[in-house]
């Protein structure tokens, strides 16, 4: 099995609200279906949940009543997305069943506290495409907080073992530094998860409340350790998802796992 994160910066334009790239999202979910595998997919929320996440501080917990409507607001934008998304999967023959992480998880001070696995291996062994998101959920410390679609790849892995976590982005990969500002910035192919120090990370322009890079790249770390490969494929580039996922040689970054 193979987890697939599609990236808010990849399926939606982070400039513009609500704004979703149909064309993208229905080329990989094609490449998806076409290479055949077993997944979980999970994706970010772009344009549609980090604006109203960062107007409302959700990420800082309840800390008062007017905050409530936000959180409402915000589960309700990455549903939507969610339903654009599920939609395009089923036209391209892909099965998904979309599992919100509201409904089946709690999180402890941005840490995973709960979650319900067994709503996965039933859908799993249905023959369902599980498909999850970014969301807005319960936390037992703070009230509540966002999972970010990346923190639900670590938990997804550590619990599912997959072959490899394929990271789908808006770059090629790992950078030297970060392309969008450096010039010089020069692209790493493959490294260990150890070599990975604070390369390429500086935050863009765009409201991102879970992180940016940084945090997928901590992610990515923690999943590494568990000896799970991750690779990080630029989704705006025919095939190369496809290639990814069958392991055949594309433009990517792969970062190898190894056992701590
Ligand atoms: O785009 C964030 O998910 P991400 C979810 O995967 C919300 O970081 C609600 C902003």
């Known amino acids: 099995m193979i987890i697939i994160k599609l990236g808010g910066s990849a399926i939606t334009d982070k400039g513009e609200s609500y704004s979703f790239n149909k064309e993208i999202v229905a080329r990989l979910a094609g490449e998806i279906k076409r290479a055949n595998k077993k997944y979980i997919i999970i994706h970010g929320a772009g344009s549609f949940g980090h604006v109203t996440a960062e107007q409302f501080m959700l990420n800082e917990g309840l800390k008062d009543e007017n905050q409530i409507i936000g959180f409402s607001l915000t589960h309700v934008t990455v549903r939507l997305l969610n339903l654009e998304i599920i939609d395009i999967f089923l036209k391209n ?64 892995a550590a619990h599912f073992k997959p072959e490899k976590v394929i990271f789908v982005i808006d770059e090629d990969g790992l950078y030297t530094s970060n ?18 120090g604070e390369i390429g990370l500086e935050r863009d322009e765009h409201p991102d409340v879970t992180g940016g890079m940084q945090g997928k790249v901590n992610v990515i770390k923690k999943i590494c350790q568990k000896g799970i490969d991750c690779v990080l494929v630029n989704g705006r580039h025919e095939n190369r998802l496809y290639n990814v996922i069958l392991g055949e040689p594309t433009k990517a970054t792969m970062v190898y796992g190894e056992k701590k």
């Open 93 to 156: 023959g892909v099965r998904v069943f979309s599992i919100p992480p509201s409904s089946v998880m709690r999180l402890n001070d941005h840490q995973p506290l709960s979650f319900n696995y067994e709503i996965f291996e039933e859908a799993l062994d249905k023959g369902f495409t599980p498909i999850t998101f970014g969301d807005v959920v319960f936390d037992e410390k703070i009230g509540f907080s966002i999972c970010s679609g990346d923190l639900l790849a670590e938990i997804l």
């Open 179 to 196: 392309p969008k500002i450096d010039k010089n910035a020069r692209f790493i192919k493959s490294l260990k998860y150890s070599e990975i």
